[in-house]
Each structure stands twice: as C-alpha cells, then as structure tokens.
C-alpha cells in the first residue's frame, strides 16, 4: 500500500510541474504520456474500473495540457491504455509513448 501512495503522490508532484508550462512542448506531451501510463498502470493494479481509470486519469490531462488538440489525442490514447491487457508501466510507456 505505501508503495501505491508513494506511486499516485509522485505522478501527482509531476503532473502540477508540467501543468505550470505555458505551452504544450514535445517534452510535455511526452511526459504526460508517461504520466498517464503510470497513473493506468497503478490504477489497473488496484482493480479500478475502466470508467474511474478515464476520469482520474483525464483530469490529469485535462489539467496538464493548453491546447485542445493534444487534449484530445492524450485522451485517445489513454483509452486505448485503459483497454489494453497491459499493466505494468513499462510496457504501456513502450506501447504507447514511443
């Protein structure tokens, strides 16, 4: 259990850095894949369901991202991370993140 709080405080200290950019740069688009595929993976983990993956892990979209495009494709690929059979962090980053 300290390990998943560990896990959920650190993508939350990562998430607050990235959303005081004032754009949406490539690293920042990078990074918030990363942080979406470890907030998947450790929601996964906990036995979620899809529908509260989705919404926590899009507000952390929504709340790091300017610009609606990139919104938009962060959210797409965050579905297609919640669908996937993959858990672990590493093998949804490389899915997905590359």
Known sequence: MRKTLLA??????AAFAYANSPSD???ILSEQ???SAA???TLKNLRYGNTSIRK????????N?????NKDAAQQILNRMVDDQLSSVS??????CS
């Open 8 to 13: 959920l405080i650190s993508i939350c200290i």
């Open 65 to 69: 991202l300017k610009v609606q495009e």
């Open 33 to 35: 894949c990363k942080i």
């Open 25 to 27: 740069s490539s690293a």
């Open 91 to 96: 093998a949804l980053e490389a899915k997905y």
């Open 56 to 63: 926590d892990v899009a507000s952390l979209i929504n709340g």
């Open 39 to 41: 907030a998947v993976s």
